[in-house]
């Protein structure tokens, strides 16, 4: 490998062979255990339930544009925003960075040909697929109106429509996540290559640890639950029934017990890409890398102790409420940890603004205000207020789309010379990263305000007054929808007519750019031993930094922080 | 198909699979414990909200069919453990017959099970718009096949029930509470003993071809820890549902 060519120039080739062109037809691509196959599979699954979300949140965007509502009933507007939030949260936002990035990276950032279990791997696709047609069919027949949360006993006793089967596809759905989750744990314990230590692991990888024991712990407690209302819809089984005695409270408890820990699940994997992309783009070893390690793993254990958050009011017990509005403050504190390690790592670094490096200063930006806000929603007495306004609505798309999705896009341009062995047209990336940040901002703020001012989320008309703020906010969705185009388009593009990358073009220290891109169906020609600390671009000759692109004297990963 | 101890491509060597195999099996018992942990916790906070009505459900599962099926499933897990003891110290023609002394304790169990549930059914427990609690102390005890001593039984205990619980719909409608319950409980349990069967179909057709020896046993050692693991949750299943309040019968 040649570190000191230029990034794309001609000399590079691709690889004569490599896991795109091992084997051809749809055989080689459904029946594969390639998991840098399976993480195309997922990539074009959650493209297609990102577009189907997608589609509903610009119904609900042009609906909201006059305060009497512009073109749906008002039973339709309540199923747009349910299925918006099934097919974004379950179909897309979850598996997103998981089963794409994590399935292509993880076995070759640890130095592994594959994950443990290949054919479970495609299993859990194959389960995501059967999940997703069962939702599907419950959005064709009719759609479902309960909201995602799907509380009963809205859901298993009065609500007349498509519940069943999207209930249905969500519980099947699970059992992918927990497929997934199972296969990186037992993956990064046993899979590693020689002198891959814990602590040499890329971020991203402890982030995807991190997100896989809330995959597993949590997963089933979701899957029993929505077993329950199944069958208390299905059979008159009465476990959430205030007729027979049965609590529709618990089922809040035991949904938000794994849809508070699945925020986690969406925003770690992103916390890990953007651990990832920063150090690469200011040639400068990560600050506090193993403080960042560890509060992955703070997030998720505290995550689980903070989901009846959700429901101060609900009734549940005052001393009860107040150690769960503790508790929600305290997950704060890993988080910080985070961004204030990105942020010291780019202090007197030698920053290019390249676009993967815009999607990470656009997450740290917004994660930023949607974390802090989550604090104001925490807080009990001011919850009481912002309860079911656009407040929420406004704080849990900063972190889950201003969040999670911006990780995910700047992942993916991070990786997609790795994925595709081709560079995209730098100009029109960077452009739609500035798209995306603006248009995404002009969506969401104003809805702060909204919620502040009291507006209440889920409903389809608005005193009038509101109408300034919720043009604007539409107005924002247009621009949000070009930036999420863009990329579609030229990223496809890229694959075809981008200018060659070779094997490192940012140059990046991980594992993954040591192999070939796109790399061989192996992974790797031999198992590769590692013997260098992680982010360390000075002790890296293979890298080709000489001369003016040398970093500076820097400290080591870690060790002094 | 995977030849006896063939190392797949993924590792590097037999221990390094065998490792990552069992590993694979301890996590996935650790969502089975998350998912069998939300029904139980459904269970605990009925339990403590309704104790009267729970009480007299309980009274009313078959205590020697429930036994049974205990003693049953605890020596099948005998059965299990002595496959794999077979496997591990080579003794191949053994493994075959242990592990189908499992598969036929399981079925048996099985069995039971469905005896169990049928006479729920006539008995008027089954969830639903037919549901009546009452149904064996309203009717003569031949009815629901009890000895004249228990029909007596069960008309003061529901009589007491009625009034603790404030009014036969009450009882009635706490009393289905606890019968979702134990049909969840059970049924999800009997589910797993099903899909445990099959495994030990696949197990029993490998060791009559010999795969299993003390080189190569992991199939045997995992599916082994499954079926422990449903036996434990039975070992739970049993005196929550079966046993407390029966010394009130």
Not at chain 1, 150 to 165: K, R
Not at chain 1, 367 to 395: E, N, P, S
Not at chain 2, 177 to 204: E, N, P, Q, R
């Amino acid at each position: 490998m040649s570190g000191t060519k230029t990034a794309g120039s001609a000399e590079f080739r691709l690889p004569r062979e490599h896991y795109l062109n091992a084997k051809y037809g749809m055989r080689s691509w459904l029946l594969t255990t390639d998991h840098k196959r399976i993480a195309l599979l997922y990539l074009a699954s959650v493209t297609f339930f990102f577009f189907v979300g997608g589609i509903f949140a610009t119904l609900i965007r042009i609906h909201l544009l006059t305060p009497e509502g512009l073109v749906v009933t008002p039973e339709t507007y309540n199923k747009l925003f349910t299925m918006h939030g099934v097919a974004m949260i379950f179909f897309f936002l979850i598996p997103s960075i998981p089963a794409v990035l994590g399935n292509f990276l993880i076995p070759i950032m640890i130095g592994a040909k594959d994950l443990a279990f290949p054919k479970i791997n495609l299993l859990s696709w194959y389960i995501y697929l059967v999940g997703g047609c069962f939702v599907l069919y419950s959005f064709a027949t009719g759609g479902l109106d309960t909201g995602w949360t799907f509380y009963t006993p809205l859901s298993s006793i009065y609500s007349n429509s498509a519940v069943t089967p999207a209930v249905l596809g969500v519980f099947i759905n699970g059992f992918s996540s927990i497929l997934t989750g199972l296969n990186f744990l037992v993956t990064v314990h046993t899979m590693r290559a020689p002198g891959m230590t814990w602590f040499r692991l890329p971020l991203f990888v402890w982030a995807h640890y991190a997100t896989s024991l809330i995959m597993i712990l949590g997963t089933p407690v979701i899957a029993i639950t929505l077993l329950l209302a199944g069958l208390e819809r299905m059979f008159h089984f009465g476990f959430f029934n205030p007729t027979y005695g049965g609590d529709p409270i618990l089922f809040q408890h035991l949904f938000w017990f794994y849809s508070h820990p699945a925020v986690y699940i969406m925003i770690l994997p992103a916390m890990g890409v953007v651990s990832e992309i920063i150090p690469t783009f200011v040639r400068k070893p990560i600050f506090g890398y193993s403080f960042i390690a560890a509060s992955s793993i703070g997030i998720a254990v505290i995550g689980f102790i903070v989901w009846a958050h959700h429901m101060f009011v609900t009734g549940e017990a005052t001393y009860a409420a107040i150690a769960f509005s503790f508790l929600s403050y305290l997950v704060a504190v890993p988080s910080a940890v985070k961004v204030f390690n990105w942020t010291a790592t780019l202090y007197k670094g030698s920053v290019s603004y390249d676009t993967p490096l815009l999607y990470a200063l656009g997450f740290i930006g917004l994660f930023t205000i949607g974390g802090l806000t989550g604090l104001f929603l925490a807080c009990l007495g001011l919850d009481i207020h912002l309860h079911d306004t656009y407040f929420v609505i406004a704080h849990f798309h900063y972190i889950m789309v201003g969040g999670a999705v911006m990780g995910y896009v700047g992942g993916l341009h991070f990786w997609w010379p790795k994925i595709t062995g081709r560079l995209y047209p730098e100009f029109l990336a960077r452009a739609s990263a500035i798209i995306l940040f603006i248009g995404f901002n002009l969506t969401f703020f104003p809805q702060f305000i909204l919620g502040g001012l009291g507006m209440p989320r889920r409903y389809h008309n608005y005193p009038p007054e509101f109408q300034v703020l919720n043009v604007m906010s539409t107005a924002g969705a247009s621009v949000l929808a070009i930036g999420y185009l863009l990329p579609m388009f030229y990223l496809t593009w890229s694959m075809r007519y981008g200018k060659i990358a070779g094997p490192n073009p940012w140059p990046a220290t991980g594992l993954e750019w040591k192999t070939a891109s796109p790399p061989l169906t192996e992974n790797f020609l031999e198992t590769p031993a590692v013997d260098w600390e992680p982010y360390d671009f000075v002790h890296r000759p293979d890298l080709g930094l000489s001369g003016a692109k040398a970093p500076g004297k820097l400290a080591p990963a870690h060790g002094d922080d | 198909m995977h030849r006896t101890g063939e190392l797949y491509g993924q590792f590097k060597t037999l221990d390094q699979q065998k490792e990552t195999a069992t590993l694979g099996m301890w996590i996935f018992l650790v969502t089975e414990i998350l998912f069998f942990g939300g029904l139980f916790l459904t269970y605990t906070i009925n339990r403590h909200e309704f104790p009267t009505a729970f009480g007299i459900g309980g009274n009313m599962l078959d205590l020697f069919l429930g036994g049974l099926n205990t003693v049953v499933l605890i020596a099948s897990s005998f059965t299990m453990a002595m496959s794999v003891w077979s496997a591990q110290t080579g003794k191949k023609p053994l493994v075959t017959i242990f592990l189908s002394l499992t598969l036929l304790l399981g079925s048996v169990f099985l069995g039971v099970k469905v005896v169990e549930y049928k006479q729920k059914f006539d008995h008027r427990l089954v969830p639903g718009r037919n549901f009546d609690v009452t149904y064996c102390s309203k009717n003569p005890a031949s009815v629901c096949g009890l000895t004249q001593k228990e029909h007596g039984d069960e008309i003061k205990e529901i009589r007491e029930g009625v009034e603790l619980e404030g009014g036969e719909i009450a009882l009635n409608a706490h009393a289905q509470l606890y019968f979702s319950l134990y049909f969840g409980m059970t049924g999800l349990h009997a589910l797993h003993m099903i899909v445990g069967a099959g495994l030990l179909l696949y197990l029993i057709l490998q060791a009559r071809k010999g795969r299993f020896d003390a080189s190569y046993n992991t199939p045997v050692e995992n599916i082994g820890l499954y079926w422990h693991f449903v036996d434990i949750v039975w070992i739970f299943l049993f005196p929550l549902l079966y046993l407390i309040n029966r010394h009130l019968a």
